[in-house]
């Protein structure tokens, strides 16, 4: 594996996030309404269509998480070899294939169906999750990650995907019994996937933000 | 967070910018006339989908000159932050929206509807709005700007975002007595975001251009 | 505008190619057989798509050579400014929009309204060659273009543009009377725009081939 | 030809490789049940389509693993020209229309269609192995390798795309007896196509990996 590989294996990524990202929009289909359908009508019909605006915010929000942590993820990273190259395409087949669980949640959102729709839906992101732990094992085994990271942020990452892991399965499980409950289980996840550390010492802080800085 | 954040946060808004803007045409569909259709025919069914092209010519313009703010906005930033990270996620998650309003529009523009149709439309760019206005409060509360942009062209800027507001406000109750007039307000606003000033000192003329380069 | 435009201005165009150019494929559609259907039957669906086929094939060609064309003519300039920035929007507007005409074509070709679908085929590359000739138009207007290429080099390729002009809107117009010379008019173009001279002195040899490297 | 011609074909061959790989996802298409439908009738019709599923999969990891040989080849060449521009174009047309066949393989898979469902499908690599043979041979052919790349690297990997060929027809003829013998005689090249050795001596070794780096 070559030294550009790790810049390219990003810019692929990052083009398949993109692109993922912006297809979701397209489970929200217009409504087609009679030839002399009035404003009242239209206007009903896409408050109708609410499960399809609420899975596209949860779908694009967890999505944009996702990628954030992507980042995170890579910036720990010296170089890639294949296994982390497949490891890293598995996980973004899972992400290209988040559209489709994304259009049956808003499908079934609201009727009989809801809790297998519920349950599809947050079982992809187990098998997402699982994704995120395999390619931080083959990081730490392959020993990918940069010297200067310290153990102690490696193993908090990993601890955080673990945990990530059993907070998907309960939100899988929970969604049998509510769809809801499931569904939110998974958003409950999102400050933690904000937050968590991977930068350098100087993370959270502005980069080229000096003391002394002009206040505006 | 790190220096190369605020490359990859355009690299992935550019994408997101790049197929965004390129869905739109799926919104426009096939006319599908019977098996012995004739010349005639399939001319007077494009022409019949007016509609269509206008709101492809309307929303591309638009979305291309959201793009143009949008880097215009990030020269005047120095780094990102996760709060400014965030803030650009829903302004990109906006952008992907818009095909969707633009479908509905093109669908309802020449029936009853079209008022309501507008409307959504003219709201969806309130909330656009919105997002650039949170981008940008975000930017100077976080101290995210340059220390060599004077203050006056960051509280312009300020000003040009919360006045757009107000226009896209009245642009959405508009609709509801005119669907037109409601999207040419939309379209008016086009000249303001086009000539913002956002660059350096020399913006305006040709980076790189000297006094006595030879005339064509 | 800033050094870095004319980069950023590149990236999203060849976002949108690449974008524009993969969804050519979408107009295929899967043929819908009965539930029964033999081998026989899906073989003979698949051929009797053959416009699909032909309307892909020729739309990718020509797409793939203006954006080989689109790569030359930026590479002749310095530096963007506002007119310029929107002239391009127009040409990658018209880039997205190749899809629909293609999927018009696909569907009428071999029937009653095939002049129309090809006429309208045609009809959009008279717009993007307008658009062609405008940014040239404009590069060398606004004094765009690089001081070091000799002035013959930049009449020629405005000769050129000029002169496609014209064959397009012959080819419109022959569409009339035969689909099939129409866009074989078009397609004559091809070598055209595949060998137009833009690069510097070296170009038509490999960049960084020495004389007295090794054979292979 | 330009020097930063590579790096752009390079750029635009992984902009459409990013949209080609996510289009694929769109061919599984939500399941339409009547409005009463409980979960248990969801879970069934999804697992009713593991055709498409499995058609997923398969596109996705071997257009993941072209993308990865693209990449390997690209890094053996030095620079590009005009014929190797078009061969590259002729290449990624062929990437761009994988989510046909692969749609049409999803459709008819469980069917008395299958094998030429499958056929079609084995028969799209048949091309782009081609595509892949006719990118390296004018590599080769018009001095484009790197000077520092040994002949029998070459050789082997001319070797290894000839062998290709005659694999994905032997693939393409087995379909018609077995349209699954077909599509596991394709996939049955993943790990030759994964491990194939296109990289620098430092291939297969992390780069930027020391001895004596910390163990983990």
Redesign the interface.
């Known amino acids: ?5 790790k810049s ?1 294996t990003e ?2 990524s ?15 289909t ?2 087609q ?1 009679p ?9 009903r019909s ?1 408050l109708d269509q609410w499960p399809s605006f609420v899975a ?2 949860i779908s ?2 967890t999505t ?1 998480v996702l ?2 942590n992507h ?1 995170g993820l890579f ?1 720990l990273v ?5 296994p982390f ?2 490891a890293n ?1 598995f996980v973004v ?1 899972l992400v ?2 988040v ?2 669980p994304t ?2 949640l808003a ?2 959102l609201e ?7 519920a349950a ?1 839906y947050c079982g992809t992101y187990v098998m997402i999750n699982a994704g995120y732990n395999l390619l931080w094992h083959t990081a ?6 940069r ?1 200067d990271i310290p ?1 102690d942020r ?1 193993k908090k990452i990993r601890l955080a995907y673990h945990a990530g892991f059993f907070v998907y399965l309960t939100a899988t499980v929970a969604a ?1 019994f509510s769809a809801w409950v499931g569904v939110a289980i998974c958003c409950s996840l999102w400050p933690v996937w ?2 968590l550390h991977y ?2 010492a ?8 000096e003391p002394g ?4």
């Open positions: 594996m070559r030294a550009t590989d390219r810019a692929l990052d083009g398949i996030f993109a692109v993922a990202i912006t297809l979701l929009v397209l489970q929200i217009v409504p309404l030839a002399g359908a009035a404003n009242r009508d239209l206007v896409l596209f915010l694009f929000t944009f990628w954030v980042h910036y010296r170089g890639v070899d294949r190259l497949f395409g087949m290209t294939f559209p489709f259009a049956v499908h079934y009727g009989e169906a809801a809790n297998a729709a599809f730490a085994h392959r020993r990918l990650v010297p153990q490696v049998w904000s937050l930068g350098a100087g993370d959270g802080k502005t980069q080229g933000r800085d002009r206040p505006e």
